[in-house]
């Protein structure tokens, strides 16, 4: 019983306050750095969507406060996106990737041919 009498009941409690408030402040910062891994996912995907070919120098062009984040939509991104391929300064960033060329010959194509039928059109002896 004379442990307890020892016992500082006012410092106890200002500890518990203190590890309340560090609780409360790690989970809002937890839950903030959450919301921003979603919506750089989002911008992510959206710009895969919109074919930039640099998704990088895209997001340094956008106004990212006026973008929102609303249940895996990025409200304002389409309307930026827009403007950023009109503008002759920034379309270039858009666009499908470089074409594949496929080279034929009249009968067909590469992918269709085995080495010695690749060896016969480029002028050489077919391998044994």
């Known amino acids: 019983m004379a442990g307890f009498k020892e016992l500082d009941i006012e410092g106890v409690k200002q500890k518990a306050a203190e590890w309340e408030q560090k609780y409360n402040q790690a989970a809002e910062n937890s839950a903030r750095e959450i919301e921003q891994l979603k919506f750089d996912f989002a911008l992510d995907r959206e710009l895969t969507k919109a074919q930039a070919r640099n998704p990088k120098a895209v997001k340094a062009l956008l106004?990212?406060?006026?973008?929102?984040?609303?249940?895996?939509?990025?409200?304002?991104?389409?309307?930026?996106?827009?403007?950023?391929?009109?503008?002759?300064?920034?379309?270039?960033?858009?666009?499908?990737?470089?074409?594949?060329?496929?080279?034929t010959t009249q009968s067909q194509s590469f992918q269709q041919m085995n080495d010695n039928d690749v060896r016969a059109v480029m002028g050489l002896a077919p391998v044994k």
């Open 63 to 103: 106004d990212r406060d006026a973008l929102k984040y609303d249940k895996g939509k990025i409200i304002g991104l389409e309307e930026q996106l827009e403007t950023l391929k009109k503008n002759e300064d920034s379309a270039f960033l858009f666009g499908s990737a470089a074409p594949t060329v496929q080279f």
